[in-house]
């Protein structure tokens, strides 16, 4: 069963740290790319980070960039978003998403890019 399964959410603090994981089961990660995308409460589903299929390129959105990275463990087949110096405005569900050979588009990553989603985890950012 092909599947991508989220963790690593939780409540902090503004400043703070937070990993998120993606795990993939049932297909190997490493010939994807791998969206992060978040919803805020009453607010659409935004891109925040990618890396494309071949490691070698990436894509920030400009909230994030400098605080957000995007790393691959391929011996785990994973994909992690390491979010430093969190604030307030990220406070959001953060979902995963692969998309086959895919690579990241510099101007922004469209949901419709991506073919497999995980459920999502909870990021909450307290003052």
């Known amino acids: 069963q092909v599947q991508l399964v989220e963790s690593g959410g939780g409540s902090v603090q503004f400043g703070s740290s937070l990993r998120l994981s993606c795990a993939a089961s049932g297909f190997t990660l490493d010939s994807h790319a791998v969206g992060w995308f978040r919803q805020a409460p009453g607010k659409e589903r935004e891109g925040v980070a990618c890396?494309?299929?071949?490691?070698?390129?990436?894509f920030y959105a400009d909230s994030v960039k400098g605080r957000f990275t995007v790393l691959r463990d391929s011996a785990k087949n994973m994909v992690y978003l390491q979010m430093n110096n969190l604030k307030s405005e990220d406070t959001a569900d953060y979902y995963c998403a692969a998309e086959y050979l895919g690579g990241c588009r510099r101007r922004g990553i469209p949901e419709t890019d991506f073919e497999t989603w995980g459920l999502g985890t909870q990021v909450t950012v307290s003052p």
């Open positions: 890396i494309a299929s071949s490691s070698a390129s990436f």
